[in-house]
């Protein structure tokens, strides 16, 4: 085989590793064939030079586009050298997980749709309130952002009343202060997980037994 069919079959893989000397020898060779053929020196503009560099990131071989851009094997090899071009890494693929793939997409519909139906539960009792509903259906773990909302939107009168009407409710001291004003928000969710400890253990799945100073 001759050195320039040498340098071709290295050039249609651009995967072999790029030795500066071993770079110069292909690039001496195939400037070498060029001038033997009266290929001589192949002027392009900066467009297709950004044209060429862009195909060849994108995985494009280097003897593909010296055909495809009528450029020079050599020049091309000098420019991906002094400008540093770089193929683009496909994203690694995440691990399978060990129930393997269908399993795992099964139990995340099944979580997603139980998550949309529990968002509907808190819209629908969002709703209730918006009419003049009392709120009682609201999910333990939304109250505080229930009475919150309201006082927020609908202003003192109704956050008062609210007050006076929900005062005697186990989880009231959790959502309003002694004197009648609402807490902060995360005041309030923290509150309702001290005072609901065993529920949003189970909630979020702890054990008996495990991380037991929490919450």
């Given amino acids: 085989m001759s050195d320039f069919q040498n340098a071709a079959s290295w050039a249609e893989d651009d995967d072999w590793p790029i030795d500066p000397e071993a770079e110069e020898r292909v690039a001496r060779v195939v400037r070498e ?3 033997a053929h009266g290929g001589g020196r192949k002027v392009r503009d900066w467009d297709t030079w950004q044209a060429v560099r862009q195909a060849w990131e994108a995985g494009e071989t280097a003897a593909s586009l010296a055909r495809r851009f009528d450029v020079g094997l050599a020049n091309l090899w ?5 400008e540093g071009w770089e193929r683009r890494r496909e994203p690694d693929r995440p691990p399978a997980p060990p129930e393997g793939w269908d399993r795992w997409a099964c139990d995340r519909q099944e979580r ?8 509907r539960d808190v819209a ?5 309130g918006m009419r003049g509903g009392t709120g009682g259906e609201m999910p333990l773990w939304h109250i505080g952002f229930y009475y919150v909302w309201r006082a927020e939107e609908m202003g ?7 007050y006076e009407r929900c005062k005697d409710q186990p989880w009231a001291k959790a ?5 009648g004003t609402i807490r902060h928000q995360s005041h309030i969710d923290y509150a309702l ?7 949003w253990r189970r909630v979020v799945g702890l054990p008996d037994g495990a991380a037991v100073a929490w919450p």
């Fill in 33 to 35: 064939f060029e001038r």
């Fill in 112 to 119: 997603f749709l139980q998550e949309l139906a529990d968002q």
């Fill in 78 to 82: 000098r420019r991906r050298a002094s």
């Fill in 193 to 199: 997980i001290r005072m609901y400890r065993d529920d």
């Fill in 175 to 179: 959502v309003w202060n002694a004197d």
């Fill in 156 to 162: 003192a009168e109704v956050a008062a009343g609210d």
């Fill in 124 to 128: 629908q009792a969002l709703l209730s």
